[in-house]
Structures are given as C-alpha cells and as structure tokens.
C-alpha cells in the first residue's frame, strides 16, 4: 500500500547492528521504501560496517527517490562509530542532535 503524501515511517534500530541483523535491518528498510523515513538509532550500542553500508545505501536510495531519509534520534555509541569508520551522517541528523 502506498504511502499517504506527508507520511513518514520510523524505523527503531536494534541494540546491535551486526552481521546477523544486516539482512533483518535490509528487509525492513525495504518495506518502508516510496515513503518518508525517520530513522531511530538512540538505543543502537555497537554497529558493525555491514549495517552502516546498509544505512548508507538507504540514505542513497531514498535520495534518489527524493523522499526523505532522517535521523531523529541517535545515541552517541552510534554517531561516534559511524565516525570511526567514515561516514559522515550530519546531513541526515534532525537539528535536535547535530552537534
């Protein structure tokens, strides 16, 4: 079913993002595609470079889709590890938790 205009999904990110979540965390990426996404990394406390390719493919998709891909929230765990290995999320942070 298609999304109502203006509707956006959230999708809460498990504690651990690692190898055996990366498929779980694609498939419900997937079913939030062709709408709005808001994305809920507060509780996220270890992200392997599986998940964060993932999430970076996610953020690219719903760009070229032209929808908007966000983070609302994100715990420090997750925005320091992202970091650490290159990613650079600051553009998809909700102004609340941009540094």
């Known amino acids: 079913m298609a ?3 203006g509707e956006q999904k959230s999708l809460k990110l498990s504690a651990v993002l690692d190898l055996n979540e990366a498929s779980n965390l694609k498939a419900n990426l997937m079913s939030l595609r062709g709408g709005a ?36 929230k994100a715990s ?15 553009h998809l942070l ?3 938790i941009r540094q």
């Open 76 to 90: 420090d765990a997750f925005l320091k590890t992202l970091q650490l290995i290159g990613v650079n999320v600051d």
């Open 37 to 72: 996404v808001a994305i809920d990394a507060s509780g996220v406390e270890r992200v392997g470079a599986q998940c964060a390719q993932i999430l970076v493919a996610g953020a690219r998709a719903w760009e070229a889709d032209k929808k908007p891909f966000t983070y609302v």
């Open 3 to 5: 999304a109502k205009k």
């Open 94 to 96: 909700a102004k609340e």
